[in-house]
């Protein structure tokens, strides 16, 4: 199946700092892409939905100020948690689609394990 | 969007044959139904994905009855390396862009 790549896998940071993370897909173009992110013990939580070169939909809760989000091409789109605090602390998975043809698969990052100090 | 009820948890051995069963009463006519395998700390991992009567493929079967109102994920003498948690998504046709919305899913523990 195809690939969708994040990086960094896991990162620490200490309080009030920001962190990017990259969300990639490497062998097809993702016309959505989207963010999700996950506490322990607990489903996938829907942050946001971006299409390449739209500002990104945030769900209900999800501040737009805080994660910011950039689906500036095909196969990037970047979550940048700002002035990050540790209940920031959770794990983070993008995901992909290469179309809107019937059916289309959405393919998934390895996840980024975000802890902040 | 669809919501989706799945066992909480299961529990199998290994060699035994795992069926999960998703609720989907409020299903529209377009929706697709896809699962999805977690394991921990990893992106989920498509399973399998189907629209009426049944699908298999080389890991799994998919039923889903003529109501669509339900379906159930079949997995085959299921090994430890099946643990996980599985996740059932309805999700619209392609038209626009489609949320993905995860329900809680199936901890399934496979023992030996």
Redesign the interface.
Known sequence: GAVVSQHPSWVICKSGTSVKIECRSLDFQATTMFWYRQFPKQSLMLMATSNEGSKATYEQGVEKDKFLINHASLTLSTLTVTSAHPEDSSFYICSARGGTGPATEAFFGQGTRLTVV | LAKTTQPISMDSYEGQEVNITCSHNNIATND?I?W?QQFP??????II?G?KTKVTNEVASLFIPADRKSSTLSLPRVSLSDTAVY?CLVSP?????????????TRLAVHP
Do not use: D, H, M
């Open positions: 697709y896809t999805y700390s990893q992106g989920p991992r498509f994905q629209y996740y046709e392609a038209g626009g862009y489609n949320k993905l919305i995860f329900g809680a899913g």
